[in-house]
């Protein structure tokens, strides 16, 4: 079904509210709206993971980058944090299942590991990509390319 992603990562943004003016973090989601054809739960849950990521593992006053661009058959999506950060050595396995990057920061910030996987779940449903760049105490931008998913003529 068609959605609308400005209306969809809004959608998604009204849950962390008390979160972002608890930290007193920036949403920055100023892209022109475009139509995606896919399922609405699963895009759904692929922003929500990604943001609820990009908020969780912020700093205070920190900012987050919600990018959604036309790429005639693919839909770009890009979640850019000024976070903590994955180390290098952490970067090819965070989107495991159950796999956090260490205990110590983890247990102050709830979760069970498994939004990574889920996003690497919709993502490989849809044929798309993930592309990860990360720098430790500088932050993460996480870039998903969807194919537009084929329109059936009748
Ligand atoms: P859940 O999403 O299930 O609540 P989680 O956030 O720990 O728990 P994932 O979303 O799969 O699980 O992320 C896996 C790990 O990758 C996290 O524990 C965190 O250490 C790291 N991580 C994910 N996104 C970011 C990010 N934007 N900045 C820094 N670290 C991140
Ligand atoms: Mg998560």
Redesign the pocket.
């Given at each position: 079904m068609p959605m609308k992603m400005k209306g969809l990562v809004d959608e998604v943004l009204e849950s962390y509210q008390v979160e972002l003016s608890k930290h007193d973090i920036t949403m920055h989601t100023d892209f022109t709206d475009l139509t995606y054809i896919g399922n609405h739960q699963q895009i759904y849950t692929l922003l929500n993971?990604l943001i609820?990521?990009?908020i969780?593992?912020n700093i205070d006053h920190g900012h987050v980058f919600v990018n959604v661009e036309d790429q005639g058959q693919a839909m770009k999506v890009t979640v850019k944090?000024t976070?903590?950060?994955?180390p290098l050595a952490d970067q090819s396995r965070?989107f495991e299942r159950f796999?956090?990057?260490d205990k110590g920061?983890?247990k102050q910030r709830g979760?069970?590991?498994?939004?990574?996987?889920i996003v690497k779940h919709i993502v490989s449903h849809y044929k798309g990509v993930i592309h990860l760049t990360?720098e430790l105490g500088q932050g993460?931008t996480i870039e998903i390319i969807l194919p537009q998913q084929s329109i059936k003529e009748v």
């Open positions: 993971n609820g990521n990009a969780k593992y944090d976070g903590i950060g994955i965070i796999y956090r990057v920061r983890s979760g069970t590991g498994l939004g990574l996987a990360s993460t």
